[in-house]
């Protein structure tokens, strides 16, 4: 991996499984938003092009042998950020933007969640997608999570489930351990509420490719909804 400029504040990770088709374009729009000069990809057991493309574009790459869930890809590209802020020695941890590696070039668009953090205004940004996608699914997971959240801290999100968010490194470290899989989102905000660190939404044009109602769709959505119950089970 290469290191950034010394201006670089924030650092993107990306998780990425099986998404040859778009993860470049996510890359190069990723690497041009403004404070950001690392890029680091999460290949996460892909069986296709996703780390050769990634690589391609510009991102640091690391690899899972197997597929081992959306947390622990973010566990391991912040800790990638983390060894690389050691080597430099940095004064001050790089912040970490997590988005999604299908975004493709929306993800140029993801400044607005970059703004508040550096201005010390929150310690976590949401994301609300201005404009919503059509899905294949009847709200159920995001419904138990909303819920789930809600009951825990008192707070109702718009988007519980939104990977894309901007946070100090300080608030990841105290959200550590991430919850299991795709019920990272939802512990991570509960977590930090818990503690008093600060979370606010913020209403961005990113968009995704909807998950569609095939028959790989609907699995997806139940290890989602298994992954969801079991972060929440943890967090009574």
Known sequence: MSAGPASDEVAVVIPARNEA??????????????????????????????????????????????????????????????LLDQREHRGRPRHLLFLDADLAGTAALAGPLIDPVLAGK??????????TVKLGGHGLVVGLSGAGI?????????????????????????ARPLARGWGVETGL?????????????VEVELA?????????????????????????????
């Open 21 to 82: 088709d778009r993860i470049q374009a996510t890359v190069t729009a990723a690497t041009g938003l403004s404070a950001v000069a690392l890029v680091v990809v999460v290949d996460d057991g892909s069986t296709d092009g996703t780390a050769a493309a990634a690589r391609q574009a510009g991102a640091a790459v690391m690899r899972h042998a197997g597929n081992r869930g959306k947390g622990a890809a973010m566990e391991t590209g912040a800790e990638a950020v983390r």
């Open 208 to 236: 995704h490719r909807a998950t569609g109602t095939g028959m790989r769709a609907q699995l997806h959505r139940a290890h989602q909804l298994i992954d969801v119950a079991r972060a929440l089970a943890a967090r009574p």
């Open 122 to 131: 929150t310690d976590m940004t949401i994301a609300v997608f201005a404009a």
């Open 150 to 174: 809600r009951r825990a801290t008192g707070w109702q999100p718009a988007q519980p489930l939104n990977g894309q968010r901007c946070l100090t490194r300080a608030a990841f470290e105290a």
């Open 189 to 201: 905000t509960i977590d930090l509420l818990r503690k008093g660190w600060r979370v606010t939404e």
